[in-house]
Structures are given as structure tokens and as C-alpha cells.
């Protein structure tokens, strides 16, 4: 079986190579001989790292061939069809789609987390090609709300869980000498910043790392995607008056390294809905800043909340949600170990499907003995 991946893959986000590592990982789980080919902006490093095939997700002719020498198009996982970043997101994967329909290849939509879609014009085309899907999973209950409105039977879609939860972490000394390398400090809080719209919340962030620093806790920050997380995480050192105990992450690393290292944390407080997913799937407690439905929607499955926007979060209130959070310790881990466990066997469902389709409809002739 060949496939072929389509998602935000070779930008260097954390949070969608983690997504592409759990997608990869998972097809092998269910098939080992399985051939996977990536559409990435870097699709040489995206080779390199994930022993797959690979090419470049802006050439036509390029993925035109991939399409058609593969036997389906695996979309996801992520936020790929929203318009919240902008009008380009939503015709590129759509686009993507139609054209492995257009050769002829099944689809399947792979743990996709959908919308915001605040231009109503683009409805029309996600109808169309999520109808003729053979597979649509989602990975929370207001995606699948929102794909049923659009007019997609919601007996079609299939409720599962981030692909990330199913990923391992990196072995315990690689995750020492990260530690070691950064002379971070335990107990630690880490902390997932971006720029978004105003900024005026970083303000009320690095006022409340002040805040739990007086109280022993060193502070790591997170550049889940560089080079603008960077900058993100440097004005809330910057802001911060204890800037001595704070520590700003500047290796690239894997995405097992990052679960590993947020393995570690006391505490993650997360602007990223990949910091919160990497915390859950480790169990450590999290405190949750929304700047996008997918981070409600993703803190719901934990029964829990954010602590607020980035347009209303306030130093108060996440400082009083912190501290509860890293008061409750091991009763909040073992909470989020009873909730995230079932989540885990959910994500897991996408992959499995996948493989089965292939062994259902595989003709006798071509079955390996």
C-alpha cells in the first residue's frame, strides 16, 4: 500500500511534525511495509527524518505524479481547512483533495480538526470533496458539528483524538542531556507563547511567570515554531523581572524530544494547542490561554477550560489557575492518565481504518501470501 500525506508539514512548527511523526508512526504500526510519500515545504529534510518519500506540497506536476502512482490520499491531521490564517489554507488542501479525486484515488481525511471558516464562499468546496471521501475522521466533537452543518452525514464522520496522544517520548538520556545542555532548573513551568493580533496578553503572561519564579519555579520557554515563537518568547522574557530564572529554549528538537521535555514540567502553561496536547500525553497539568476554537474544543476533552484569551486573560487569574494546578500535583496527573488513556485509543482509530479499507477491498491476486 502507498499513500500519499498531505498536511502543514516542512514549516518547522513543532506542533504539525509532531502530527506527521504520529501519522507515520501509526500507518506503520498497522501495515510495517507500508510506502508513505509527504507533501512538505522540505521535503528532503522531511525524508530524512521520517524515512519516507517526499515532495515539495507547492510543486503541481510534482504531487500530480505522487497522486497518481499511490493508491490514496491520507489529509491531516490538523487545522487544515480554516481561514483563520488566512484565505489561502482552505482551496490549497480542498484543492489537494479534489485533485486525488480528480485521479481517481480514495481519500481520507485523517483526525482533521475544522474551521473557524468565516467565508461562508468556501463552503461549497469542502461539500463537495468531503462527500466523496471514503474515510473522514475529526478530532473533536466541534469539528464534526461544523463539517454536519456544512451538509457532510454525520454518520460519516468519526469522533477520534489528536494523533500526537499515540506518540513516545525520546529515550530518558536524550531527554537529560537537553536538561543538562540548558542548565534548566526543577521544578520547572514551561511555557508556549505566540504572537497573536495584539500582543497585550504577553504582558499579562510574563507578569505571571514573575509571579510563580518568587515562589521557586524556574521558567522555560518554548519556541514551538520558530522563528516568530522566538520573538514571542523574548518579549515575555524581556517583560519579566526575574529574567535570571528564566530560560529560553533555543535547540531544534524532535518531536519526541519535546514530549520528553515537557515530561519533565511541573506545569505547562500553553498558547499552542500542541504544548496542551504534549502535556496531556504525558499527563502533566496544563493552563490553557485560547486564541482558537481547537484549544476549547481540545481542553473540553480533559474537563477542563482555559484560564481565559489572548484578548481577556489576566495576571490574576492565571496565576490563581496555576497555582491550583501545581497545588493539586499528582491527583491532577493521575486525572488527566484516566482521561487522556481512551483518548489514546481513539487516535489510534484513523490509522487502523486506513489499513483495513485496503485489506477489505484488496483483490485475492494482489494479497501477500
Known amino acids: 500500500m502507498h499513500v500519499v500525506l498531505s498536511g502543514y508539514y516542512g514549516y518547522n512548527n513543532a506542533g504539525d511534525e509532531a502530527i506527521l511523526h504520529a501519522i507515520v508512526s501509526s500507518l506503520r504500526r498497522f501495515d510495517p511495509a507500508i510506502a508513505i510519500t509527504v507533501l512538505s515545504a522540505q521535503p528532503e529534510a522531511t525524508a530524512r527524518l521520517y524515512r519516507v518519500n517526499a515532495v515539495h506540497r507547492m510543486d503541481p506536476l510534482s504531487v500530480y505524479r505522487a497522486l497518481r502512482n499511490a493508491d490514496a490520499l491520507v489529509s491531516g491531521g490538523g487545522s487544515l481547512l480554516q481561514d483563520a490564517s488566512g484565505f489561502r489554507s482552505i482551496p490549497y488542501y480542498a484543492g489537494i483533495i479534489a485533485m486525488a479525486q480528480w485521479c481517481r484515488q480514495p481519500v481520507f481525511i485523517y483526525a482533521q480538526g475544522i474551521g473557524p471558516i468565516r467565508q461562508r464562499r468556501f463552503y461549497p468546496l469542502i461539500r463537495s470533496t ?148 504534549f502535556a496531556a500525553a504525558q499527563h502533566v497539568p496544563m493552563v490553557g490561554i485560547s486564541y482558537d476554537p481547537k484549544i476549547d474544543h481540545f481542553l473540553r476533552q480533559l474537563g477542563d477550560a482555559p484560564v481565559g484569551t489572548t484578548e481577556t486573560v489576566s495576571t490574576a487569574a492565571l496565576v490563581e489557575a496555576a497555582l491550583r494546578k501545581l497545588e493539586a500535583g499528582e491527583e491532577e496527573r493521575r486525572r488527566l492518565a484516566a482521561l487522556v488513556t481512551p483518548l489514546r485509543e481513539l487516535a489510534w482509530r484513523p490509522a487502523q481504518a486506513i489499513v483495513d479499507h485496503f485489506r477489505v477491498n484488496r483483490t485475492p491476486s494482489t494479497m501477500t501470501p
Open 130 to 277: 468531503f462527500r466523496r471521501a471514503a474515510y473522514i475522521s475529526v478530532r473533536d466533537e466541534g469539528s464534526a458539528k461544523l463539517l454536519a452543518e456544512l451538509g457532510i452525514a454525520r454518520d460519516r464522520i468519526e469522533l477520534v483524538a489528536d494523533p500526537v496522544l499515540t506518540l513516545q517520548p525520546a529515550p530518558s538520556q536524550e531527554i537529560d542531556a537537553i536538561v543538562a545542555s540548558h542548565n534548566l532548573a526543577a521544578p520547572f513551568v514551561a511555557v508556549s507563547v505566540r504572537h497573536w493580533r495584539n500582543n497585550r496578553f504577553l504582558a499579562e503572561v510574563a507578569a505571571a511567570l514573575d509571579r510563580l519564579a518568587e515562589r521557586g519555579y524556574a521558567v522555560v520557554l518554548l519556541p514551538l515554531h520558530p522563528p516568530n515563537d522566538v520573538r514571542a518568547c523574548q518579549t515575555v522574557q524581556r517583560l519579566m523581572r526575574r529574567r535570571k530564572q528564566t530560560v529560553l529554549l533555543d535547540s531544534p528538537l524532535t518531536p519526541p524530544q519535546w514530549l520528553g521535555l515537557i515530561g519533565r514540567a511541573a506545569l505547562v502553561i500553553g498558547v499552542r494547542l500542541h504544548a496542551l496536547v
